[in-house]
């Protein structure tokens, strides 16, 4: 199984997860309370198949990580 996570070039920091199949991203709010994400922290979410993704393939994976995140366009920020 993989994961993982990242920051994004404005701060926002993200994690990914491969489950049953599927990768699963979730872009954090900036500036959260603490160093584990709340459910309340997450501002945008995606899940996408792996049925064309190499996972165990870490730059592959990181391919369809990028793939996603820009496919969720432009983040608004949230209130702080």
Same mark, same amino acid.
């Given at each position: 199984?993989?994961? &993982?996570? &990242?920051?994004? &070039?404005?701060?926002r920091r993200f994690s990914f997860h ?15 309370? &603490? ?22 393939? %870490? ?6 990580? $990028? ?8 983040? %608004? $920020?949230?209130?702080?």
């Open positions: 199984f993989a994961s &993982g996570f &990242g920051h994004l &070039g404005d701060g491969v489950h049953r199949a599927e990768l699963v991203v979730e872009v954090y709010r900036p500036r959260r309370r &603490g160093p584990v994400p709340l459910p309340e922290d997450v501002i945008a979410a995606a899940r996408r198949p792996l049925a064309d993704v190499d996972a165990g393939d %870490g730059a592959s994976l990181a391919a369809a990580v $990028r793939d996603v995140i820009t496919a969720l366009g432009p983040l %608004g $920020r949230t209130a702080r």
